[in-house]
Protein backbone atom coordinates (compact mmCIF):
# COMPACT_ATOMS: atom_id res chain seq x y z
CA UNK A 1 0.00 0.00 0.00
CA UNK A 2 2.64 1.86 0.19
CA UNK A 3 1.58 3.80 3.77
CA UNK A 4 1.39 1.48 7.19
CA UNK A 5 0.64 2.58 10.32
CA UNK A 6 -0.63 0.64 13.33
CA UNK A 7 -4.31 0.56 12.87
CA UNK A 8 -3.99 0.16 9.09
CA UNK A 9 -4.42 -3.61 7.73
CA UNK A 10 -3.47 -5.97 5.04
CA UNK A 11 -6.24 -6.05 2.23
CA UNK A 12 -8.30 -8.74 1.52
CA UNK A 13 -6.26 -10.15 -1.77
CA UNK A 14 -3.08 -10.19 1.14
CA UNK A 15 -5.35 -11.95 3.87
CA UNK A 16 -6.89 -14.57 1.07
CA UNK A 17 -6.06 -18.07 1.67
CA UNK A 18 -6.42 -20.40 -1.32
CA UNK A 19 -9.71 -22.61 -1.04
CA UNK A 20 -11.60 -20.79 2.01
CA UNK A 21 -14.42 -19.31 1.36
CA UNK A 22 -17.71 -18.17 2.77
CA UNK A 23 -18.80 -22.17 3.16
CA UNK A 24 -22.75 -21.38 2.95
CA UNK A 25 -23.49 -21.16 -0.92
CA UNK A 26 -24.96 -24.08 -1.42
CA UNK A 27 -23.00 -26.45 -3.57
CA UNK A 28 -23.87 -25.89 -7.44
CA UNK A 29 -25.34 -29.36 -8.68
CA UNK A 30 -22.76 -31.48 -10.44
CA UNK A 31 -23.22 -30.40 -13.91
CA UNK A 32 -24.16 -26.95 -13.37
CA UNK A 33 -20.81 -25.90 -15.34
CA UNK A 34 -21.44 -28.34 -18.33
CA UNK A 35 -25.41 -25.99 -18.33
CA UNK A 36 -23.11 -23.00 -19.23
CA UNK A 37 -22.09 -22.68 -22.92
CA UNK A 38 -18.27 -23.74 -23.54
CA UNK A 39 -17.93 -20.02 -24.96
CA UNK A 40 -19.18 -18.12 -22.00
CA UNK A 41 -17.00 -20.02 -19.75
CA UNK A 42 -13.59 -18.47 -17.83
CA UNK A 43 -10.17 -20.36 -19.17
CA UNK A 44 -8.90 -19.53 -14.99
CA UNK A 45 -10.84 -18.90 -11.95
CA UNK A 46 -11.02 -14.94 -11.22
CA UNK A 47 -8.40 -13.74 -8.69
CA UNK A 48 -10.78 -13.18 -6.30
CA UNK A 49 -9.33 -13.51 -2.87
CA UNK A 50 -10.66 -16.37 -0.75
CA UNK A 51 -11.94 -15.42 2.91
CA UNK A 52 -14.90 -16.44 5.09
CA UNK A 53 -17.79 -13.98 5.75
CA UNK A 54 -16.68 -13.04 9.38
CA UNK A 55 -13.16 -11.85 7.80
CA UNK A 56 -14.68 -10.24 5.69
CA UNK A 57 -17.49 -8.11 7.16
CA UNK A 58 -14.52 -7.53 10.08
CA UNK A 59 -12.21 -6.09 7.53
CA UNK A 60 -15.05 -3.34 5.95
CA UNK A 61 -16.12 -2.35 9.83
CA UNK A 62 -12.18 -2.03 11.12
CA UNK A 63 -11.85 -0.23 7.25
CA UNK A 64 -15.41 2.05 8.19
CA UNK A 65 -13.99 2.74 11.43
CA UNK A 66 -10.60 4.87 10.25
CA UNK A 67 -13.29 7.06 9.12
CA UNK A 68 -13.72 10.60 10.83
CA UNK A 69 -17.60 11.57 10.47
CA UNK A 70 -20.00 14.06 12.07
CA UNK A 71 -21.35 11.29 13.41
CA UNK A 72 -18.54 10.14 15.77
CA UNK A 73 -17.22 13.74 16.23
CA UNK A 74 -16.64 17.65 16.23
CA UNK A 75 -16.27 18.56 12.27
CA UNK A 76 -15.85 22.91 12.61
CA UNK A 77 -14.51 22.72 8.37
CA UNK A 78 -15.24 26.34 7.74
CA UNK A 79 -17.08 27.13 4.60
CA UNK A 80 -18.52 23.27 4.57
CA UNK A 81 -20.54 24.07 7.32
CA UNK A 82 -20.40 20.54 8.52
CA UNK A 83 -22.95 19.86 10.61
CA UNK A 84 -25.16 17.13 12.32
CA UNK A 85 -27.74 15.96 9.67
CA UNK A 86 -31.02 14.54 11.63
CA UNK A 87 -32.21 11.13 11.28
CA UNK A 88 -35.53 11.60 10.30
CA UNK A 89 -34.14 13.36 6.69
CA UNK A 90 -32.41 10.30 6.17
CA UNK A 91 -35.85 8.30 7.02
CA UNK A 92 -37.60 10.75 4.74
CA UNK A 93 -35.32 10.45 1.94
CA UNK A 94 -35.54 6.94 2.19
CA UNK A 95 -39.77 6.31 2.03
CA UNK A 96 -40.08 4.08 -0.96
CA UNK A 97 -42.51 6.34 -2.80
CA UNK A 98 -39.22 8.79 -2.96
CA UNK A 99 -36.83 6.40 -3.20
CA UNK A 100 -38.16 4.04 -5.71
CA UNK A 101 -40.21 6.06 -7.93
CA UNK A 102 -38.74 5.60 -11.55
CA UNK A 103 -37.23 8.93 -12.67
CA UNK A 104 -39.03 8.47 -16.26
CA UNK A 105 -42.20 8.01 -14.18
CA UNK A 106 -45.50 10.09 -16.20
CA UNK A 107 -46.38 12.70 -14.18
CA UNK A 108 -49.58 10.90 -12.61
CA UNK A 109 -48.02 8.73 -11.32
CA UNK A 110 -45.44 10.94 -9.47
CA UNK A 111 -47.41 13.26 -7.96
CA UNK A 112 -46.31 13.49 -4.36
CA UNK A 113 -42.35 14.10 -5.65
CA UNK A 114 -43.98 16.84 -7.82
CA UNK A 115 -45.62 18.33 -5.27
CA UNK A 116 -42.96 17.85 -2.62
CA UNK A 117 -40.33 20.33 -5.31
CA UNK A 118 -42.86 22.63 -5.87
CA UNK A 119 -43.46 23.75 -2.13
CA UNK A 120 -39.88 22.66 -1.40
CA UNK A 121 -39.44 25.71 -4.10
CA UNK A 122 -41.68 28.00 -2.25
CA UNK A 123 -39.89 28.16 0.93
CA UNK A 124 -36.49 28.26 -0.60
CA UNK A 125 -38.03 31.44 -2.70
CA UNK A 126 -39.58 32.75 0.40
CA UNK A 127 -36.58 32.34 2.53
CA UNK A 128 -34.26 33.82 -0.12
CA UNK A 129 -36.46 36.83 -0.91
CA UNK A 130 -36.28 35.69 -4.61
CA UNK A 131 -39.57 35.14 -7.13
CA UNK A 132 -39.07 31.52 -8.49
CA UNK A 133 -36.39 28.57 -7.31
CA UNK A 134 -34.67 26.11 -10.03
CA UNK A 135 -33.82 22.80 -7.76
CA UNK A 136 -32.03 21.35 -11.08
CA UNK A 137 -28.70 21.89 -10.06
CA UNK A 138 -26.43 19.16 -8.47
CA UNK A 139 -24.42 21.67 -6.22
CA UNK A 140 -23.74 24.77 -5.33
CA UNK A 141 -20.82 25.47 -8.06
CA UNK A 142 -23.36 23.87 -10.77
CA UNK A 143 -26.20 26.01 -9.39
CA UNK A 144 -23.41 29.18 -9.77
CA UNK A 145 -22.68 28.14 -13.43
CA UNK A 146 -26.47 27.90 -14.06
CA UNK A 147 -27.39 31.87 -12.51
CA UNK A 148 -24.33 32.95 -14.52
CA UNK A 149 -26.03 31.06 -17.43
CA UNK A 150 -28.99 32.88 -17.05
CA UNK A 151 -27.21 36.51 -16.80
CA UNK A 152 -25.98 36.19 -19.73
CA UNK A 153 -29.12 35.17 -21.45
CA UNK A 154 -30.69 37.69 -19.86
CA UNK A 155 -28.24 40.27 -21.25
CA UNK A 156 -28.16 38.49 -24.60
CA UNK A 157 -31.99 38.46 -25.36
CA UNK A 158 -31.91 42.99 -24.21
CA UNK A 159 -29.05 43.24 -27.26
CA UNK A 160 -26.31 44.00 -24.36
CA UNK A 161 -23.40 42.16 -25.65
CA UNK A 162 -20.64 44.13 -24.61
CA UNK A 163 -20.76 42.70 -21.00
CA UNK A 164 -18.15 40.30 -20.75
CA UNK A 165 -16.62 40.81 -16.99
CA UNK A 166 -17.45 39.50 -13.58
CA UNK A 167 -16.40 41.42 -10.59
CA UNK A 168 -15.37 38.85 -8.36
CA UNK A 169 -13.95 39.63 -4.52
CA UNK A 170 -10.46 38.39 -3.61
CA UNK A 171 -12.07 36.05 -0.51
CA UNK A 172 -14.10 34.32 -2.84
CA UNK A 173 -14.28 30.67 -3.23
CA UNK A 174 -12.37 29.32 -5.89
CA UNK A 175 -15.69 28.33 -7.52
CA UNK A 176 -16.78 31.74 -8.26
CA UNK A 177 -13.67 32.86 -10.75
CA UNK A 178 -14.22 28.88 -12.32
CA UNK A 179 -17.81 29.79 -12.70
CA UNK A 180 -17.70 32.86 -14.40
CA UNK A 181 -14.72 31.71 -16.97
CA UNK A 182 -16.52 28.67 -17.79
CA UNK A 183 -19.67 31.06 -18.80
CA UNK A 184 -17.24 32.45 -21.35
CA UNK A 185 -16.63 35.64 -18.95
CA UNK A 186 -13.63 37.54 -17.98
CA UNK A 187 -12.82 37.53 -13.92
CA UNK A 188 -12.28 40.79 -12.45
CA UNK A 189 -10.62 40.30 -8.64
CA UNK A 190 -11.60 42.95 -6.47
CA UNK A 191 -9.49 43.64 -3.36
CA UNK A 192 -10.73 43.08 0.33
CA UNK A 193 -10.47 46.37 2.61
CA UNK A 194 -8.65 46.30 5.77
CA UNK A 195 -12.00 45.05 7.64
CA UNK A 196 -12.25 42.16 5.48
CA UNK A 197 -15.34 43.49 3.51
CA UNK A 198 -15.07 44.69 -0.23
CA UNK A 199 -13.40 47.57 -0.83
CA UNK A 200 -15.89 49.66 -2.28
CA UNK A 201 -13.85 51.91 -4.22
CA UNK A 202 -11.99 49.27 -5.87
CA UNK A 203 -15.37 48.17 -6.57
CA UNK A 204 -16.92 51.08 -7.77
CA UNK A 205 -13.43 51.79 -10.36
CA UNK A 206 -14.08 48.02 -11.54
CA UNK A 207 -17.56 48.87 -12.13
CA UNK A 208 -18.69 49.72 -16.00
CA UNK A 209 -20.35 49.12 -19.42
CA UNK A 210 -18.74 45.86 -19.43
CA UNK A 211 -19.57 44.16 -16.28
CA UNK A 212 -22.35 41.82 -16.92
CA UNK A 213 -22.21 40.36 -13.10
CA UNK A 214 -20.89 40.64 -9.48
CA UNK A 215 -20.32 37.80 -7.23
CA UNK A 216 -20.68 38.19 -3.84
CA UNK A 217 -20.40 35.83 -0.71
CA UNK A 218 -22.51 37.48 2.00
CA UNK A 219 -21.61 36.69 4.70
CA UNK A 220 -18.09 36.44 3.31
CA UNK A 221 -15.64 33.23 3.34
CA UNK A 222 -14.40 35.59 6.44
CA UNK A 223 -17.65 34.82 8.19
CA UNK A 224 -18.36 38.91 7.96
CA UNK A 225 -21.55 40.26 6.91
CA UNK A 226 -21.06 42.66 4.26
CA UNK A 227 -21.83 45.49 6.05
CA UNK A 228 -21.69 48.08 2.63
CA UNK A 229 -23.71 45.70 1.00
CA UNK A 230 -26.51 48.42 0.19
CA UNK A 231 -24.20 50.32 -1.90
CA UNK A 232 -22.61 47.30 -3.60
CA UNK A 233 -25.76 45.88 -4.99
CA UNK A 234 -26.92 50.27 -5.69
CA UNK A 235 -23.95 50.57 -7.59
CA UNK A 236 -24.32 47.27 -9.64
CA UNK A 237 -27.71 47.88 -10.63
CA UNK A 238 -26.94 51.69 -11.46
CA UNK A 239 -24.48 50.51 -14.10
CA UNK A 240 -26.83 47.82 -15.54
CA UNK A 241 -25.47 44.75 -13.90
CA UNK A 242 -26.70 41.93 -12.10
CA UNK A 243 -25.56 40.40 -8.49
CA UNK A 244 -25.33 37.15 -7.58
CA UNK A 245 -25.10 36.03 -4.45
CA UNK A 246 -23.27 32.82 -3.65
CA UNK A 247 -25.49 31.43 -0.74
CA UNK A 248 -23.28 28.84 0.74
CA UNK A 249 -23.52 30.54 3.97
CA UNK A 250 -27.17 30.88 3.90
CA UNK A 251 -27.36 28.95 7.33
CA UNK A 252 -25.36 32.31 8.71
CA UNK A 253 -28.59 34.58 7.87
CA UNK A 254 -31.72 32.46 7.86
CA UNK A 255 -35.05 34.41 8.60
CA UNK A 256 -32.27 37.73 9.33
CA UNK A 257 -31.57 39.17 5.73
CA UNK A 258 -33.26 37.99 2.26
CA UNK A 259 -30.90 38.80 -0.42
CA UNK A 260 -33.91 38.49 -2.69
CA UNK A 261 -35.07 41.59 -1.02
CA UNK A 262 -32.21 43.11 -0.83
CA UNK A 263 -31.47 43.60 -4.23
CA UNK A 264 -29.62 40.32 -5.13
CA UNK A 265 -31.31 39.31 -9.17
CA UNK A 266 -30.17 35.40 -8.45
CA UNK A 267 -28.47 33.25 -5.66
CA UNK A 268 -27.58 29.57 -5.18
CA UNK A 269 -28.07 27.91 -1.84
CA UNK A 270 -26.33 24.51 -1.24
CA UNK A 271 -28.92 22.19 0.57
CA UNK A 272 -26.60 19.95 1.60
CA UNK A 273 -24.59 22.69 3.38
CA UNK A 274 -27.70 24.73 5.16
CA UNK A 275 -30.29 22.06 5.24
CA UNK A 276 -29.10 18.91 6.08
CA UNK A 277 -27.33 15.73 4.11
CA UNK A 278 -24.33 14.50 4.77
CA UNK A 279 -21.74 15.87 2.75
CA UNK A 280 -17.66 15.94 1.78
CA UNK A 281 -16.40 13.48 0.01
CA UNK A 282 -17.86 14.53 -3.52
CA UNK A 283 -21.53 14.45 -2.88
CA UNK A 284 -24.89 13.86 -3.80
CA UNK A 285 -25.98 17.78 -3.31
CA UNK A 286 -28.17 20.08 -4.51
CA UNK A 287 -27.84 23.78 -5.34
CA UNK A 288 -30.92 25.26 -6.04
CA UNK A 289 -30.97 28.84 -8.03
CA UNK A 290 -33.23 31.27 -7.01
CA UNK A 291 -34.08 34.10 -8.84
CA UNK A 292 -36.15 37.68 -9.51
CA UNK A 293 -38.54 38.46 -11.63
CA UNK A 294 -36.42 39.57 -14.75
CA UNK A 295 -34.49 35.95 -14.45
CA UNK A 296 -37.33 33.88 -14.44
CA UNK A 297 -37.90 33.35 -18.10
CA UNK A 298 -34.23 31.86 -18.29
CA UNK A 299 -34.91 29.22 -15.13
CA UNK A 300 -34.00 25.93 -16.31
CA UNK A 301 -36.29 23.56 -18.15
CA UNK A 302 -38.42 21.81 -17.10
CA UNK A 303 -40.17 22.95 -13.85
CA UNK A 304 -42.34 21.62 -11.67
CA UNK A 305 -46.17 23.15 -13.32
CA UNK A 306 -49.37 23.34 -11.31
CA UNK A 307 -52.68 23.08 -13.08
CA UNK A 308 -55.73 24.46 -12.02
CA UNK A 309 -57.39 22.02 -10.71
CA UNK A 310 -54.32 21.22 -8.25
CA UNK A 311 -52.15 18.08 -9.77
CA UNK A 312 -48.83 18.67 -11.03
CA UNK A 313 -46.55 18.12 -13.97
CA UNK A 314 -43.38 18.69 -15.45
CA UNK A 315 -42.82 21.64 -18.32
CA UNK A 316 -43.40 20.19 -21.69
CA UNK A 317 -40.06 20.61 -24.05
CA UNK A 318 -40.30 24.40 -25.88
CA UNK A 319 -43.32 25.28 -23.39
CA UNK A 320 -40.67 28.20 -22.06
CA UNK A 321 -38.81 29.23 -25.19
CA UNK A 322 -36.48 31.54 -23.51
CA UNK A 323 -35.42 29.06 -21.10
CA UNK A 324 -31.69 27.87 -20.38
CA UNK A 325 -32.41 24.18 -21.26
CA UNK A 326 -31.94 21.52 -18.64
CA UNK A 327 -28.81 21.48 -16.83
CA UNK A 328 -29.21 18.10 -14.95
CA UNK A 329 -30.62 15.14 -15.99
CA UNK A 330 -34.41 14.80 -14.78
CA UNK A 331 -35.45 17.15 -11.95
CA UNK A 332 -32.73 16.99 -9.90
CA UNK A 333 -30.92 15.00 -6.89
CA UNK A 334 -34.61 13.96 -5.24
CA UNK A 335 -33.13 12.00 -1.77
CA UNK A 336 -31.22 15.38 -1.12
CA UNK A 337 -33.88 17.74 -2.07
CA UNK A 338 -36.45 15.38 0.43
CA UNK A 339 -33.74 15.68 2.94
CA UNK A 340 -33.91 19.63 2.53
CA UNK A 341 -38.16 19.40 2.63
CA UNK A 342 -37.91 16.97 6.06
CA UNK A 343 -35.38 19.37 7.75
CA UNK A 344 -37.59 23.02 6.53
CA UNK A 345 -40.60 21.48 8.08
CA UNK A 346 -39.35 20.34 10.81
CA UNK A 347 -38.04 23.49 11.92
CA UNK A 348 -40.14 26.12 10.98
CA UNK A 349 -39.81 29.58 10.25
CA UNK A 350 -38.98 29.92 13.96
CA UNK A 351 -36.69 27.08 14.08
CA UNK A 352 -34.38 28.22 10.86
CA UNK A 353 -34.40 31.86 12.66
CA UNK A 354 -32.95 29.33 15.76
CA UNK A 355 -30.41 28.08 13.73
CA UNK A 356 -28.86 30.79 12.32
CA UNK A 357 -28.74 32.50 16.00
CA UNK A 358 -27.23 29.41 17.77
CA UNK A 359 -24.30 28.81 14.72
CA UNK A 360 -23.89 32.99 15.16
CA UNK A 361 -23.63 32.51 18.93
CA UNK A 362 -21.38 29.19 18.68
CA UNK A 363 -18.70 30.86 15.97
CA UNK A 364 -18.84 34.22 18.51
CA UNK A 365 -18.17 31.75 21.52
CA UNK A 366 -15.16 30.32 20.06
CA UNK A 367 -13.81 33.18 18.97
CA UNK A 368 -13.65 34.67 22.11
CA UNK A 369 -12.04 31.81 23.61
CA UNK A 370 -9.18 31.44 20.80
CA UNK A 371 -8.29 35.38 21.16
CA UNK A 372 -5.52 35.20 23.56
CA UNK A 373 -3.96 32.24 21.90
CA UNK A 374 -4.67 32.50 17.93
CA UNK A 375 -4.26 36.06 16.28
CA UNK A 376 -7.81 37.40 15.32
CA UNK A 377 -7.28 38.87 11.62
CA UNK A 378 -10.61 40.44 11.53
CA UNK A 379 -11.53 40.68 15.19
CA UNK A 380 -15.17 42.03 15.59
CA UNK A 381 -18.66 40.26 15.41
CA UNK A 382 -18.59 37.32 12.81
CA UNK A 383 -21.51 35.13 11.69
CA UNK A 384 -20.96 31.30 11.21
CA UNK A 385 -17.24 31.15 10.89
CA UNK A 386 -14.40 32.72 11.71
CA UNK A 387 -10.84 32.90 10.77
CA UNK A 388 -7.87 32.41 13.38
CA UNK A 389 -4.29 32.89 12.29
CA UNK A 390 -0.74 31.08 13.85
CA UNK A 391 1.24 33.95 11.93
CA UNK A 392 2.54 34.85 15.09
CA UNK A 393 3.02 31.55 16.38
CA UNK A 394 5.06 31.00 13.41
CA UNK A 395 7.12 33.19 13.36
CA UNK A 396 7.99 33.39 17.28
CA UNK A 397 8.41 29.06 17.29
CA UNK A 398 8.21 28.00 13.35
CA UNK A 399 4.90 25.97 13.76
CA UNK A 400 2.79 26.17 10.75
CA UNK A 401 -1.00 26.16 10.83
CA UNK A 402 -0.55 22.85 9.23
CA UNK A 403 1.71 21.39 12.22
CA UNK A 404 -1.52 22.71 14.59
CA UNK A 405 -4.00 21.17 12.52
CA UNK A 406 -2.38 17.51 12.09
CA UNK A 407 -1.93 17.92 16.08
CA UNK A 408 -5.85 18.53 16.50
CA UNK A 409 -6.17 14.96 14.90
CA UNK A 410 -3.68 13.66 17.75
CA UNK A 411 -6.09 15.67 20.31
CA UNK A 412 -9.71 13.69 18.74
CA UNK A 413 -10.70 16.64 16.49
CA UNK A 414 -11.03 16.80 12.76
CA UNK A 415 -9.12 20.01 11.69
CA UNK A 416 -11.03 23.25 10.68
CA UNK A 417 -10.45 24.57 7.27
CA UNK A 418 -6.35 25.75 6.70
CA UNK A 419 -5.34 28.31 4.29
CA UNK A 420 -8.37 29.41 3.03
CA UNK A 421 -9.44 32.12 2.36
CA UNK A 422 -6.06 32.37 0.89
CA UNK A 423 -6.02 36.25 1.81
CA UNK A 424 -4.47 35.48 5.37
CA UNK A 425 -1.51 34.26 6.29
CA UNK A 426 -1.39 31.08 7.88
CA UNK A 427 -5.21 30.90 8.53
CA UNK A 428 -7.81 28.17 9.46
CA UNK A 429 -11.46 28.74 8.65
CA UNK A 430 -12.94 27.77 11.59
CA UNK A 431 -16.94 27.01 11.61
CA UNK A 432 -18.43 25.32 14.68
CA UNK A 433 -22.57 25.02 13.32
CA UNK A 434 -25.00 24.87 15.62
CA UNK A 435 -25.31 21.65 16.56
CA UNK A 436 -22.49 21.53 19.17
CA UNK A 437 -22.93 21.59 22.49
CA UNK A 438 -21.36 23.93 24.70
CA UNK A 439 -19.12 21.43 26.51
CA UNK A 440 -17.59 20.57 22.23
CA UNK A 441 -16.94 24.00 22.10
CA UNK A 442 -14.91 24.34 25.07
CA UNK A 443 -13.13 20.77 24.32
CA UNK A 444 -12.64 22.11 20.87
CA UNK A 445 -11.04 25.15 22.05
CA UNK A 446 -8.92 23.28 25.00
CA UNK A 447 -7.20 21.44 22.03
CA UNK A 448 -6.19 24.64 20.15
CA UNK A 449 -4.94 26.58 23.11
CA UNK A 450 -3.11 23.46 24.21
CA UNK A 451 -1.28 23.31 21.06
CA UNK A 452 -0.69 26.94 21.07
CA UNK A 453 1.42 25.93 24.58
CA UNK A 454 3.08 22.98 23.05
CA UNK A 455 4.16 25.48 19.93
CA UNK A 456 5.91 27.43 22.33
CA UNK A 457 6.85 24.35 24.86
CA UNK A 458 7.58 21.93 22.78
CA UNK A 459 7.35 22.59 18.40
CA UNK A 460 8.63 18.97 17.72
CA UNK A 461 6.08 17.72 19.17
CA UNK A 462 3.22 19.73 17.32
CA UNK A 463 5.24 19.67 13.96
CA UNK A 464 5.64 15.98 14.05
CA UNK A 465 2.17 15.22 14.53
CA UNK A 466 -0.42 13.30 14.13
CA UNK A 467 1.05 10.53 16.65
CA UNK A 468 -2.19 8.70 17.20
CA UNK A 469 -4.04 8.82 13.62
CA UNK A 470 -3.74 4.99 11.28
CA UNK A 471 -1.35 7.24 8.76
CA UNK A 472 1.27 9.79 9.73
CA UNK A 473 1.89 12.55 7.35
CA UNK A 474 0.84 12.11 3.97
CA UNK A 475 2.78 13.45 0.93
CA UNK A 476 -0.23 15.99 0.17
CA UNK A 477 0.87 16.89 -3.30
CA UNK A 478 2.16 13.35 -4.36
CA UNK A 479 -1.11 12.13 -3.07
CA UNK A 480 -3.50 14.64 -4.71
CA UNK A 481 -1.83 14.54 -7.92
CA UNK A 482 -0.81 10.91 -8.52
CA UNK A 483 -3.66 8.89 -6.25
CA UNK A 484 -2.35 5.40 -5.74
CA UNK A 485 -6.02 3.84 -5.18
CA UNK A 486 -5.21 0.17 -6.19
CA UNK A 487 -3.93 -2.47 -4.51
CA UNK A 488 -1.49 -3.95 -7.54
CA UNK A 489 0.01 -7.02 -5.46
CA UNK A 490 -1.00 -8.98 -9.03
CA UNK A 491 0.15 -9.04 -12.33
CA UNK A 492 -1.26 -9.84 -15.69
CA UNK A 493 -4.00 -12.19 -15.61
CA UNK A 494 -4.30 -12.95 -11.80
CA UNK A 495 -5.31 -9.13 -11.94
CA UNK A 496 -9.14 -8.93 -11.22
CA UNK A 497 -9.18 -5.56 -13.01
CA UNK A 498 -5.83 -5.66 -15.47
CA UNK A 499 -4.55 -2.34 -16.37
C1 LIG B 1 -19.19 25.15 -0.67
C2 LIG B 1 -19.11 26.44 -1.34
C3 LIG B 1 -19.30 26.55 -2.73
C4 LIG B 1 -19.45 25.36 -3.64
O1 LIG B 1 -20.53 24.54 -3.31
P1 LIG B 1 -20.55 23.00 -3.69
O2 LIG B 1 -21.89 22.55 -3.26
O3 LIG B 1 -19.43 22.36 -2.92
O4 LIG B 1 -20.33 22.89 -5.15
C5 LIG B 1 -19.30 27.81 -3.28
N1 LIG B 1 -19.08 28.91 -2.52
C6 LIG B 1 -18.88 28.83 -1.18
C7 LIG B 1 -18.66 30.09 -0.40
C8 LIG B 1 -18.87 27.60 -0.54
O5 LIG B 1 -18.66 27.53 0.77
Known amino acids: MGVVGERLQPTLFERSHPGRGGGKIPHPPADALARIPEAARRATPPALPELNEPEVVRHYVNLSQ ?4 VDTGFYPLGSCTMKYNPKIDEWAARLPGFA ?3 PMAPDAVAQGTLELLFELEAILAEISGMDAVTLQPAAGAHGELTGI ?9 RGDTERTEVLVPDSSHGTNPAT ?12 SAADGGVDVDAFRAALGPRTAAIMITNPSTLGLFESRIGELLEATHVAGALAYMDGANLNAILGRFRPGQAGFDVMHINTHKTFSTPHGGG ?3 AGPVGVRAHLVPYLPSPRVVREDDGTFRLERDGERPASIGRVRSFTGSIGVLVRAYAYLRAHGASGLAEVSDDAVLAANYL ?4 RDAYRIPFDRACKHEFVASASEIRQRTGVRTLDIAKRLIDKGFHPPTIYFPLTVEEGMLIEPTETESLETLDAFADALIEIAGEAASDPAVVTSAPHEAPVRRL ?25
Do not use: K, S
Not at 149 to 157: F, K, P, Q, S
Open 66 to 69: LNYA
Open 149 to 157: LMVRAYHRD
Open 367 to 370: RARL
Open 283 to 285: GPG
Open 180 to 191: ATMAGFRTITIP
Open 475 to 499: DEATAARQPNLRWRGMTGAQTPCPD
Open 100 to 102: GLH
